[in-house]
């Protein structure tokens, strides 16, 4: 589920719902409410739950629906459908699903519209940035029809973002084909709301126009009830999207489809798809900066494709800050990750160089790319840090870049300092303890024990750490122990987890101790 916002104070914060605990209340909907929730034993990872309202609990009505949501949901796998992970009912019936932090594409709409009211045309509202999101759904929903389920009401809010990628939601209409009117009063085709069953058609309708917001930042026309649009809707007119927004470069055959899936011309899905996918997209270099092109360009690759291809998050930056970031930074993030998964050491050198060259020069892409350098040739990683120490002269880069170092020398098998430790902020975060790990990592590689308890006990007691760092930090200590053979520090470090977690250790410490 996306991020969404609700006003007030939150009374839901740390409730149990099944095991999941609340962190948030995020959305709400007519039929249940949506919560961003974690797993105590899984650290940092947050998922998003959706349970019937406690207003609708009594209404046979509403618990028939959600539990048919339920149960269509976990009928259509696919991998742009939002996937159930699990399901309970404590009184009141709720299932789990992943939490996307990029919202959802009316989010995207929206915040384009706001910068093209500024003067601005980014790169990430683009139409080729778009379209792969809209084909991602289209697919989505032509699995569903597949299957034999319509899902009623398609519309921007319904269709999640994570990392470049569309997840169709909301399957609580699907199944209901007959009786009153339901659905989104803008997104519904003339004959339903005149009250005829939906049909696959009524899909195709919604999402002609959803292809309409993308191509013009437009919606068609308003409706306020259906009252008034019955007796209005023969005046309902659709503007051509080449008229309506030039400046947006609008491919004539996008119009064209767009128009035809309002007129539903299109007797299916296969259809709607067969002709988009015969349209020449616009490419995502479209608006980009030749620095966000040239860097594309050393993976010859989109970073739709990239983030597609590659399915796990990029190891040299913390996930939280990664979707924070510009998406310049999400682009060299996964181009550098998919270049070290092939260990191709020219190719990481060649986005070091590109991203030196830039104008402001990104220090936290740098030190990525340092990163994985060590990793594939510490003796280049330290030709770049040398680099690196003629152009950042201010004080904290000064440190980080010296902790940088010291971890290419651990990699080297060579001899170190201890100072880079005492330069690691009273709280530092995960981006400042990277280059520590690496360290912990190359000392267990050489069976090192004495340097990982002596940068352990250092941080233990000299600096403040989140519970997270704690356990990434216990993972290296837990790894020397079992060299050593210490059970029983071993078991002293269970026995702390134990207490934290309610008896639940953390699945890194257990591959500890495993391994």
């Given amino acids: 589920m996306g991020k969404n916002s609700c006003c007030g104070m939150d009374p839901f914060v740390g409730e149990q719902i099944g095991p999941y605990v609340v962190r948030a209340k995020i959305g709400q909907g007519g039929i249940g409410e949506v919560f961003l929730v974690e797993l105590p034993d899984e ?29 269509t949901t976990k ?86 973002i994570g990392k470049e990628h569309a997840f169709v939601a909301d399957w609580s209409l699907s199944g209901y084909t007959e009786g009153f009117i339901e659905g989104t009063i803008s997104y519904l085709p003339p004959e339903v709301l005149g009250g005829k069953s939906p049909t696959e058609k009524a899909d195709i309708y919604a999402l002609g126009l959803i292809l309409y ?76 900066t030749p620095y966000e092109i040239l860097t594309l360009k050393t993976l010859s690759l989109p970073l739709q494709k990239i983030q ?3 399915k796990r998050k990029p190891q040299f930056i913390e996930l939280e800050r990664i979707e924070e970031s510009p998406s310049e930074v999400q682009e060299l993030s996964y181009a550098l990750d998919r270049s070290f998964e092939e260990k ?16 402001p020069c990104p220090l936290p892409i740098l030190i990525q790319e340092i990163l994985a350098l060590i990793k594939l040739g510490p003796a280049a990683a330290q030709e770049k840090i040398a680099q690196l120490k003629k152009k950042f002269l201010d004080v904290q880069a000064i440190a980080q870049l010296r902790s940088l170092q010291t971890a290419a020398l651990a990699y080297q098998g060579e001899s170190f300092n201890w100072e880079f430790l005492e330069e690691l902020p009273r709280q530092p975060t995960y981006q400042h303890l990277l280059p520590v790990f690496f360290i912990l990592e190359a000392a267990l590689s050489k069976k090192n024990t004495r340097v990982v308890y002596t940068i352990g006990s250092f941080l233990i007691k000299q600096r403040i750490l989140s519970l997270p760092l704690m356990i990434e930090l216990d993972f290296y200590i837990l790894q020397a122990l079992k060299l050593d053979g210490n059970s029983q520090k071993i078991k002293d470090i269970i026995n702390f987890y134990d207490k934290q977690t309610d008896g639940k250790l953390p699945s890194k410490l257990r591959s500890a101790i495993n391994e």
Avoid at 82 to 93: D, L, N
Avoid at 124 to 131: C, E, N, Q
Avoid at 258 to 280: D, H, I, K, R
Wanted: proline share 7%.
């Fill in 213 to 288: 917001q993308i191509l013009t930042l437009r919606f068609p026309f308003h409706r306020e009830d259906i009252p008034q649009f019955l007796q209005t809707w023969q005046h309902e007119t659709i503007l051509d999207p080449l008229k309506v927004a030039p400046h947006r470069k609008i491919p004539p055959k996008l119009a064209e489809i767009a128009l035809g899936c309002v007129a539903e011309t299109y007797q299916g899905m296969e259809g709607l798809l067969s002709a988009l996918n015969q349209v020449e997209m616009p490419i995502p270099f479209e608006g980009r």
């Fill in 75 to 160: 009928q259509l796998i696919h991998p742009h459908i939002v996937p159930i992970e699990a399901v309970g009912e404590e009184k009141i019936p709720w299932y789990a699903m992943p939490f996307y932090a990029d919202g959802t594409l009316k989010d995207l709409l929206i915040q384009a519209v706001e910068k093209e009211k500024e003067g601005v045309h980014a790169s990430v509202y683009s139409i080729g940035r778009f379209m792969p999101l809209f084909l991602q759904a289209c697919e989505a929903v032509a699995h569903a029809h597949r299957q034999g389920i319509i899902h009623r009401d398609l519309k921007p809010s319904n269709i999640l």
């Fill in 344 to 359: 191709d050491i020219a190719q990481v050198k060649l986005l070091f160089d590109t991203t030196y060259a830039h104008s």
């Fill in 308 to 310: 597609r291809d590659h």
């Fill in 43 to 71: 650290g940092a990872r947050q998922w998003a739950l959706k349970r019937l309202r406690a207003d609708r609990v009594d209404d046979s009505k509403y618990r028939e629906k959600f539990i048919k949501e339920v149960a």
